[in-house]
Nanobody, 123 residues
Framework: QVQLVESGGGLVQTGDSLRLSCAAS????????MGWFRQAPGKERDFVAAINWGGGNAYYANSVKGRFTISRDNAKNTVYLQMNSLKPEDTAVYYC????????????????WGQGTQVTVSS
């Protein structure tokens, strides 16, 4: 069992940066693929980024590639999402998720979810 808590969201302007953190509790954290998803009002929950258990492989949605960086520190049971060059279209609730299986982009495959943290980017 894994419990996830996101933090670091806020209100920023276009071009600003934020770093989201996801603190995990549970013995098996280091064996899980970790992902970030986001959901804007009235929209589907979309994949943002994922990282494998060892931290050696990462995958990004095309919309954030080159701007966002996912990383993890298994010793601290924490996964991060560094968000640079933020745009108004990045506005959403961002969710951290854990997947017992191989890295994927489908939220249905993720087993555990955090409560979400709001990111709002104004123009």
């Amino acid at each position: 069992q894994v419990q996830l808590v996101e933090s670091g969201g806020g209100l920023v302007q276009t071009g600003d940066s934020l770093r989201l953190s996801c603190a995990a509790s549970g013995r098996a954290f280091s064996t899980y693929t970790m992902g970030w998803f986001r959901q804007a009002p009235g929209k589907e929950r979309d994949f943002v980024a994922a990282i494998n258990w060892g931290g050696g492989n990462a995958y990004y949605a095309n919309s954030v590639k080159g701007r966002f960086t996912i990383s993890r520190d298994n010793a601290k049971n924490t996964v991060y999402l560094q968000m640079n060059s933020l745009k108004p279209e990045d506005t959403a609730v961002y969710y951290c998720a854990a997947d017992r299986r191989a890295m994927n982009t489908n939220p249905l495959y993720y087993d555990y979810w955090g409560q979400g943290t709001q990111v709002t980017v104004s123009s």
